[in-house]
């Protein structure tokens, strides 16, 4: 059983989320570990990204403010191997699928299994790419949770 089905083994789970880099990198990783202190069953960490078409403009913002204070997907990974340090709280990616495959997805899902994230939401994932994209993930252990848009 994965460590995101264990946080919501029998009982419903309190799920944070944050903008990895807003408003910078050392604030942020502080930021992390104080959720993870306060009781957070499941961490998602949002990878920044230009064009965050299924936020709102809170998340929006955070994404620019990250990426302006010089947020990248490797700096991302550095973040949660921080953070690691100190909490084993179930942490989620949520990243759109550009980013993804623009670092290749294989070695995407290698690098965050690496650092000790569970797994990754892919708000755009279009349907037809799921098996693909699970496959890789699924090698490292890593669970792709999928959204329904309407």
């Known amino acids: 059983m994965s460590n995101i089905y264990k946080a919501f083994e029998n009982k419903k789970a309190f799920i944070a989320f944050l903008t990895a880099g807003d408003p910078d990198f050392e604030t942020s990783v502080e930021c992390f570990k104080a959720v993870a202190r306060a009781g957070a069953d499941l961490i998602e960490v949002g990878i920044p990204f230009s064009d965050p078409i299924a936020e709102g403009p809170v998340i929006q913002e955070a994404d620019l403010r990250a ?84």
């Open 67 to 150: 990426l302006e204070a010089g947020m990248t997907t490797d700096k991302v990974f550095e973040l949660v191997k921080e953070v690691r340090k100190e909490t084993d709280v179930p942490m989620v990616f949520m990243s759109y699928i550009n980013p993804i495959y623009h670092y290749g997805a294989e070695r995407f899902f290698e690098k965050a299994a690496e650092v000790g994230i569970d797994g990754t939401i892919i708000p755009d994932m279009p349907y037809e790419e799921k098996d693909e994209l699970t496959g890789a993930a699924k090698k490292f252990g890593l669970d792709i949770i999928s959204m329904i848009a309407p």
